[in-house]
């Protein structure tokens, strides 16, 4: 096998522990699974040069996920949301599965290990899933104030309109199924039709 630079290395290593962990669980993943996964030899000690023991891997693969992630729920948090409300919640849609679709594996793992390491994903709600909640408040708050919304409380109402749309991303990945197996433009479409009328939204 060609040798890689550490840096590559060092992601692959993290890539493979996370899908490993997300799926035997991380008490059931061995060093030496890892290592295997990789195409390192399972003996030779190799993933300790980069992490000095499992649970280190584990630590560092959330975090260099959080800081990801974090990056970009950031960018997306200050991008300007289009005036029309409907579009403004399709894009939320969007953004919100796009996140999903692509980190399954961590939400997998942050759903199996909470109990295990709660500190460690506080960091990961903190960091990422709140900024989504307080950036859904702070829209339905302001089409409240322009008289453009029916919304007595914009925070618990933002939390069920993420809610709802994070429900079907979650059960695919928890049972590989999803709410009424419906098709993902389907669901979206009656929860945008949902959405609109539930909250009286007005151009």
Not at 119 to 148: H, P, S
Not at 183 to 191: E, K, M, Q
Request: glycine fraction near 6%; hydrophobic fraction near 45%.
């Amino acid at each position: 096998m060609a040798r890689t630079t550490p840096g590559v290395t060092r992601r692959r290593i993290l890539d493979e522990a996370v899908h490993l962990f997300a799926t035997r669980g991380y008490d059931a993943t061995s060093v030496a699974d890892i290592q295997t996964a990789c195409g390192l030899n399972p003996g030779s000690g190799a993933l300790y040069k980069h992490f000095p023991s499992k649970a280190a891997l584990l630590e560092a693969a959330v975090h260099d996920n959080l800081t990801r992630l974090a990056t970009s729920t950031a960018a997306t948090a200050d991008h300007q949301l289009p005036d029309d409300p409907r579009e403004a919640l399709r894009t939320l849609a969007d953004v919100v599965w796009a996140f999903m679709a692509a980190d399954r594996d961590l939400i997998r793992l942050m759903i199996r290990e909470f109990t295990g390491f709660p500190d460690l994903f506080e960091q990961m709600w903190q960091g990422v899933v709140a900024t989504v909640y307080r950036r859904g408040t702070e829209w339905l708050t302001t089409l409240r104030d322009q008289g453009r919304a029916a919304v007595r409380d914009p925070e618990a109402t933002a939390a069920v309109l993420v809610a709802s749309l994070t429900y079907y991303p979650i059960l695919d990945v928890l049972i590989g199924h999803t709410p009424g197996d419906l098709a993902p433009d389907r669901f979206l479409d009656a929860w945008l039709d949902s959405s609109v009328a539930a909250l009286n939204l007005r151009a």
